[in-house]
């Protein structure tokens, strides 16, 4: 009897289920709602060779992370919408993402060497001036070059074939610094040859666009973090775009914490001390400094943000450009920056210049009124003893000593500085 039942009412079920099927089958707008839906269709970037800066090329940066790009491993971090329309061209930054598993991604800088606006200019400046014309081929025009033409018979490079480009860089340039970014010029595979063999022309042309217009991104190549050099990782170019590790402008924290800003401040006198005294006896100089040039990364650290105006003096070798000389100007010259501006005297670079800028610039609007009384007071005291400049070396260096002093008891270790934390609960000098 019982198994009876059980098979009457699996009939009815199976009735009940097709009754069911016949009445959505009937009704149109259910019938299309269960319909399933279209396949997804993944979104891509309309990337193009403008907006890149690689229909310029061979006048632009390099091609290394240029498949990032176009395989979406690069994103552009506020235009990560369904549509994933590529951000305004004329943008000097970016604020990018960055994987290499496409499962986890870590913030990047997406930068150019200077505004749109200023590499049309520039762009605009080669044509007309070595061709006369409007418009024209960017690589045939500075191919034709007496520099370049120099560059390409050359083996080596030397200071002649650097003098009178604008970086602060190469304001002061020894033979032994020369050799360090053939060597380690990143856009090219490593031969780690101090020879140009390994450069072909291509290599060659990319790499003296990059000195003419900014220095930044061969800074960070030749001096990288991974050797404990205070800037942030570069990770590659492509046409006139640089991406590197992602910081947040020191700007940025002029609201801090004061426990915040005395870590900060006592992190860039630190970065200032040791860009004078290093172990490779290179002394650089800022030949200026602003709220974007130093950053802050995620873990509290803070690095050099943009060394676009770095100067380096070889302690070593010293300059292998004579003072006074007549200075060699032509188009590479001019690129971003008047032809006629006046450049700094090596031997006129003291040890306490950066301090100076520093204690003008950024320490008075990053430690203003974040103390209680008296340490405030002499706090402003000894950085107006610094900014004045009136002091000799030493009289500024005693001034920054006691500045570090006063700051060193004002940090805090807790978490928020995860660069030195849990390192400082453990140390005695803390």
Known sequence: MGHWICCFCSRVA????LLLVLALSCNPSTAATASPTAPHIKPSYSFGRTFL????????????????FFKEEIRFDTWLSSHLKLPPSYLLSYLGNYTDDAKSWRMVDITRLTTKYQHDRADKRICTSLLKTKTC??????????????????????????????????????????????????????????????LTDRDKLRLLYTLSV???????????????????????????????????PLRD??????????????????????????????????TRVDAGTFGVFSN???????????????????????????????????????CQSALVSCSSIREKHSLILVCQELLPKLLK????????????KLLQHCASGFADDQGINEAIAKLAELLKPL????????????????????
């Not at 229909?55 to 940066?61: M, Q, R």
């Not at 801090?256 to 860009?275: G, H, I, Y």
């Not at 807790?414 to 803390?430: L, M, Q, T, W």
């Open 53 to 68: 800066g690689l229909d310029k090329c061979n006048a632009c940066i390099g091609t290394s992370i240029c498949k990032k």
């Open 253 to 286: 924290f002029y609201g801090a914490a004061p426990e915040v800003a005395a870590d900060l401040a006592l992190q860039l006198l630190a970065v200032l001390r040791s860009m004078g005294t290093n172990d490779l006896n290179y002394f650089f100089y800022f």
């Open 411 to 430: 940090r805090s270790c807790d978490s928020r500085f995860a660069y030195r934390y849990p390192d400082c609960k453990y140390s005695d000098k803390f």
């Open 300 to 338: 509290g650290h803070l690095f050099i943000r943009d060394a676009s105006t770095l100067g380096i003096i070889d302690k070593e070798e010293g300059s292998q450009l004579i003072d006074g000389q007549q200075e060699y100007k032509d188009i590479f010259s001019c690129l971003t920056v008047d």
């Open 137 to 198: 081929s960017l690589e045939h025009a500075l191919r034709r070059t007496h520099r370049f033409q120099k560059w390409l018979r050359a083996k080596r490079l030397t200071p002649d074939l650097v003098q009178g480009l604008p970086s602060p860089m190469l304001r002061c340039p020894s033979q032994r610094l020369l050799d360090r970014i053939v060597r380690r010029y990143a856009e090219v595979p490593d031969a780690g040859s101090i020879y140009m063999d390994h």
């Open 369 to 380: 009124g974040k103390f209680l009384q008296p340490v405030q007071d002499e706090i402003d």
């Open 14 to 17: 199976d009735l009940l289920m």
């Open 214 to 248: 900014n220095s930044h991104p061969i800074l960070l190549q030749i001096f990288p973090d991974v050797e404990g050099w205070p800037f942030p990782r570069y990770l590659g170019s492509c046409g006139r775009l640089v991406v590197s590790a992602s910081t947040r």
